[in-house]
Structures are given as structure tokens and as C-alpha cells.
């Protein structure tokens, strides 16, 4: 660690650079900082000179970043958010009392089934705290260890991270979906089937991949992939009128199958559940703000398996969820 140059820096222009890259604007970025116009203008004035970069330039009647700009982004905002948790932490935490708020990163499958849960939890104990919710994207799961220092953790079914501490959240059943029309394929799948009909998967990469799929692919099954979407939420929808199979989470099934008009089946062979964890960065071990989240969230977690899924009781409940959101596009189950 250079401490000397860092001696040499204004670590405010940080806010300021991640407002002007934000907001891509000095007049909008003044706004969101409550500065005046004349000062934003003199921090990026530093700032170019710093970088040897203009950082903003126009392109018409608006303002866009230069291609050294748009790599100092991303960097700019764990870099902020870093300094936000240094300077959050306290040696006790009064959940009460707290408004503090957190950064989950959560596929749109996992935000579904958890959220109202944890909504609910949240609300009895820490009524002031804010949970943001941001999709888990490839990038992010690329670059898992980074990513871990700028959220506060990530939801993601065990399979994809190792060597990183976590808490056991709940489990779900996967279940192979077909449009309620489709009169090729009657009460039970074959994997014979299986191998010749047209599938919609979620993910289909090395790091970002749908568990169940890898499982069949195990069982000597290559999927006949005619659409890869990554999410999981439009899944059914894509399914629904065309004579294509899925593999989706049972209680995303459960939840969207009428809607969707897609009927779900068995899967033809001894698919592992998914097991969700919430993965975070071993940094947070030791703060009083964090363990509350994860217990928290393991008390939202058992909620979820509390509650009888509902193919097998006959009756759903889909849960609501009153959360701030935000980000990128989409991320592993």
C-alpha cells in the first residue's frame, strides 16, 4: 500500500468522481451531492488533470464517458462503497434503532421466494433498515471475490463459490415445465425425451449455469437448447405455446405456472435439490451489523422451508416483497 501517494489525494474527489460518473453530468452530479455547480466544476478540472483524461465529453447535446471513464466506473463505486463500510462499522449494533442499509446480490428467482420473508423479518426487528436487492450478473460471478467487497453478500445455491464462509438458507425441488397445450407428452417425461425435444434453459456458461441441467447433462443428456435466457422469472413465459421442456425451481413453478399456462412435471431422474446459501466476504466475520443480517436472513430462510410448498399442498401463497432494487442483469439460481 502506497501511503505516501495516498497522503497526496483528496479522497473526496472520490464522491465526486463516482457522482460525475454516475450522473454523467456536472450540474446533475452538483444536485445529487447538494454542492454548487462552480465546485463540481473544479473537482473534475482536478480530476483530468489527475488522470490525464477528460473523463466527460460532449457527444451532441449530452455528456458521455471516455473509454478510461467507463473502466473507472465501476471501480469508483466499490471504491466508495468500501469507504462507506469502514466508517459504518461500530463496535455494537441496535437493529431498532439502525438505518443502516444493506446490498444483497440475489438471482430474480431467489429476490421471489425470499424477499417476502425477508421483508417480514426485517420489519419486526429493524424497521429504519433498507435492504437493497441488485441481480446477480456473469461479470459479477466472474469476479466473485471483488464482488464480495463491494455487497454486503450474495445468494446463490452452493456449487458456484468455494473457500468462502456462508449461512444455509433454504432448499427447493427442481421440476421440468411444459406449455398446458403441448399434447406430445403426457403425465410422465421419458429421457428419451428429454434428449429430442427443445429446451429453454437459464444460463449456459462456466461460471453462470442452471445446476439441474449440469446434472442431466452428467446423466449423458445433451439439451437441445433453442433459448437461452438469463433470468429465471420468464422462463414459463418462453415455454408457454411452444412445444419446448424447462427445468425451473418447484416453487417458481408453483408460483408462476397458471400464469404462464405451463403444467410441471417430474424430472425422469434423481435431480439434487437446490440448496441456496448467502455467501459472504470474510471481512464481515466480526461485524455486529452483518451477523444481524445473517441472522436475519437464516430466519428468513426457514420461513421459506416452513412454509409446505404448494404442489404439494394443493393451495399457493406467493409472497410480497417491499424492497429497494437496483442493478444488472440477472445471475445463477
Given at each position: 500500500m502506497d501511503y505516501a501517494g495516498l497522503r497526496n489525494l483528496d479522497l473526496n474527489l472520490v464522491v465526486t468522481l463516482d457522482a460525475l460518473l454516475s450522473e454523467r453530468g456536472v450540474t446533475r452530479a452538483a444536485t445529487r451531492l447538494g454542492v454548487t455547480q462552480p465546485s463540481v466544476s473544479g473537482a473534475l478540472a482536478k480530476l483530468r488533470r489527475h488522470f490525464g483524461d477528460e473523463l466527460l465529453i460532449r457527444d451532441g447535446n449530452r455528456s458521455v464517458l471516455t473509454p478510461l471513464a467507463e473502466q473507472l466506473a465501476p471501480r469508483t463505486a466499490a471504491a466508495l462503497s468500501g469507504f462507506q463500510r469502514v466508517f459504518d462499522a461500530t463496535p455494537d449494533f441496535d437493529a431498532s434503532s439502525s438505518a443502516r442499509e444493506f446490498t444483497i446480490m440475489v438471482s430474480d428467482y431467489a429476490a421471489m421466494v425470499l424477499g417476502g420473508a425477508v421483508t417480514t423479518v426485517v420489519a419486526q426487528q429493524a424497521p429504519h433498515v433498507r435492504i437493497r436487492l441488485l441481480e446477480i450478473s456473469v461479470q459479477a460471478m466472474t469476479n466473485a471475490m471483488e464482488t464480495l467487497r463491494t455487497v454486503d453478500g450474495v445468494v446463490l445455491p452452493h456449487g458456484f463459490l468455494s473457500d468462502v464462509p456462508a449461512v444455509q438458507l433454504f432448499e427447493d425441488d427442481w421440476v421440468c415445465i411444459l406449455s398446458q397445450d403441448n399434447t406430445e407428452v403426457g403425465e410422465n417425461l421419458t429421457m428419451d425425451q428429454l434428449a429430442v425435444l427443445?429446451?429453454?434453459?437459464?444460463?449456459?456458461?462456466?461460471?453462470?449455469?442452471?445446476?439441474?441441467?449440469?446434472?442431466?447433462?452428467?446423466?449423458?443428456?445433451?439439451?437441445?437448447?433453442?433459448?437461452?435466457?438469463?433470468?429465471?422469472?420468464?422462463?414459463?413465459?418462453?415455454?408457454?405455446?411452444?412445444?419446448?421442456?424447462?427445468?425451473?425451481?418447484?416453487?417458481?413453478?408453483?408460483?408462476?405456472?397458471?400464469?404462464?399456462?405451463?403444467?410441471?412435471?417430474?424430472?425422469?431422474?434423481?435431480?439434487?435439490?437446490?440448496?441456496?446459501?448467502?455467501?459472504?466476504?470474510?471481512?464481515?466475520?466480526?461485524?455486529?451489523?452483518?451477523?444481524?443480517?445473517?441472522?436475519?436472513?437464516?430466519?428468513?430462510?426457514?420461513?421459506?422451508?416452513?412454509?409446505?410448498?404448494?404442489?404439494?399442498?394443493?393451495?399457493?401463497?406467493?409472497?410480497?416483497?417491499?424492497?429497494?432494487?437496483?442493478?444488472?442483469?440477472?445471475?445463477?439460481?
Open positions: 427443445p429446451w429453454v434453459i437459464g444460463y449456459d456458461g462456466p461460471i453462470a449455469f442452471t445446476p439441474a441441467v449440469r446434472q442431466l447433462r452428467m446423466h449423458g443428456v445433451e439439451p437441445v437448447v433453442n433459448v437461452i435466457a438469463e433470468t429465471f422469472l420468464a422462463i414459463p413465459f418462453l415455454v408457454a405455446g411452444t412445444d419446448q421442456v424447462a427445468l425451473v425451481q418447484r416453487r417458481l413453478a408453483d408460483r408462476l405456472g397458471t400464469a404462464a399456462g405451463v403444467r410441471q412435471l417430474p424430472c425422469p431422474w434423481d435431480a439434487v435439490p437446490l440448496a441456496e446459501a448467502f455467501w459472504f466476504h470474510p471481512a464481515f466475520r466480526g461485524d455486529p451489523a452483518h451477523a444481524w443480517l445473517r441472522r436475519a436472513l437464516t430466519s428468513a430462510g426457514e420461513a421459506v422451508s416452513a412454509e409446505e410448498q404448494p404442489a404439494r399442498r394443493g393451495t399457493g401463497r406467493a409472497a410480497s416483497a417491499r424492497l429497494s432494487a437496483g442493478g444488472a442483469a440477472g445471475g445463477p439460481a
